[in-house]
């Protein structure tokens, strides 16, 4: 079933109004028609279930036949990414987003290949996650904040319970060494993990030296060579298992 976000404001107790270049698409390019069962996100966590009763210029109306309500995971994971090259960052976003990462935050490291992004990046990075919540049926897009410096980074990891950074380096902790305690028992879960994953040329020992300072425990995902975008997609769909976002809601 096709997929649209609406703005909270179109949407009535028992109809709701699509408009924007959502019309253009929903017209145009799927060639949908009245009688057509659609749904409509509203950016908050609603999901209604609609079906269309007539198609406008500039607008499509539609009767709610359903509504579903999806809560945001209680435990939030937040990626710190540095700037990948080429259209690596585009795979990441997309990824990031249909794993249900809460936010991706991009990030200058020191063997970053370039240190600086295009506004028109960020706004193409907006338009894939938009893309790819309606592919996924994520009802609320993920958050990308703008590019950001690896102390900035370090300072926003204040907010969060764990705080880990991969490093090609570390030889003995393991994610499965952080997540379960001695005795098998998982420890308690936080509220909130951030993990920094490094560019191509990984992080500099000066950044991890600032990262120990920041409270960052230095973790291996083990003696194979990654990708820098294997790395990142593994660690998002390994932790998101870890910490129980990958269920299905009850």
């Given at each position: 079933?096709?997929?649209?976000?609406?703005e909270p404001?179109?949407i009535?107790?028992?109809?709701?109004?699509?408009?924007?270049?959502e019309?253009?698409?929903?017209?145009n390019?799927?060639?949908?028609?009245?009688?057509d069962h659609?749904?409509?996100?509203?950016?908050?966590?609603n999901?209604?279930?609609?079906?269309i009763?007539?198609?406008?210029?500039?607008?499509?109306?539609?009767?709610?036949?359903?509504?579903n309500?999806e809560?945001?995971?209680?435990?939030?994971l937040?990626?710190?990414?540095a700037?990948?090259t080429?259209?690596?960052m585009?795979l990441i976003?997309?990824?990031?987003t249909?794993?249900g990462?809460?936010?991706?935050?991009?990030?200058?490291?020191?063997h970053?290949?370039?240190q600086?992004?295009?506004?028109?990046?960020?706004?193409?990075?907006?338009?894939?996650?938009?893309?790819?919540?309606?592919?996924?049926?994520?009802?609320?897009?993920?958050?990308?904040?703008?590019?950001t410096?690896?102390?900035?980074?370090?300072?926003?990891?204040?907010?969060?319970?764990?705080?880990l950074?991969f490093?090609e380096?570390e030889?003995?902790q393991?994610?499965?060494?952080?997540?379960h305690?001695?005795?098998g028992?998982?420890?308690?879960l936080?509220c909130?993990?951030?993990?920094?994953?490094?560019?191509?040329g990984?992080?500099s020992p000066?950044?991890?030296?600032?990262?120990?300072?920041?409270g960052?425990?230095?973790?291996?995902?083990?003696?194979?060579?990654l990708?820098?975008?294997?790395?990142?997609?593994?660690?998002?769909?390994?932790l998101q298992?870890?910490l129980?976002?990958?269920?299905r809601?009850p």
């Amino acid at each position: 079933m096709r997929r649209f976000f609406i703005e909270p404001g179109q949407i009535r107790e028992s109809s709701a109004i699509l408009a924007g270049p959502e019309v253009h698409h929903l017209k145009n390019v799927l060639r949908l028609q009245p009688g057509d069962h659609i749904e409509l996100m509203d950016g908050t966590g609603n999901t209604f279930l609609c079906v269309i009763e007539s198609l406008d210029k500039d607008e499509i109306q539609t009767r709610i036949l359903a509504k579903n309500r999806e809560e945001s995971p209680a435990i939030r994971l937040v990626i710190g990414q540095a700037l990948l090259t080429g259209k690596k960052m585009d795979l990441i976003v997309q990824k990031a987003t249909e794993l249900g990462v809460h936010t991706l935050q991009p990030f200058r490291a020191d063997h970053c290949s370039r240190q600086d992004i295009k506004i028109h990046k960020e706004e193409r990075w907006d338009r894939i996650i938009l893309e790819a919540c309606k592919q996924c049926g994520r009802p609320v897009p993920m958050f990308c904040p703008q590019l950001t410096g690896f102390e900035e980074l370090l300072r926003l990891g204040e907010a969060s319970q764990i705080k880990l950074i991969f490093w090609e380096k570390e030889e003995h902790q393991t994610l499965q060494t952080i997540f379960h305690s001695p005795a098998g028992e998982p420890p308690a879960l936080p509220c909130q993990v951030l993990a920094l994953i490094g560019p191509e040329g990984g992080f500099s020992p000066t950044e991890i030296e600032k990262a120990k300072i920041a409270g960052f425990i230095p973790v291996t995902l083990g003696k194979r060579i990654l990708r820098a975008e294997t790395a990142t997609i593994a660690v998002m769909a390994i932790l998101q298992f870890l910490l129980g976002n990958l269920a299905r809601n009850p």
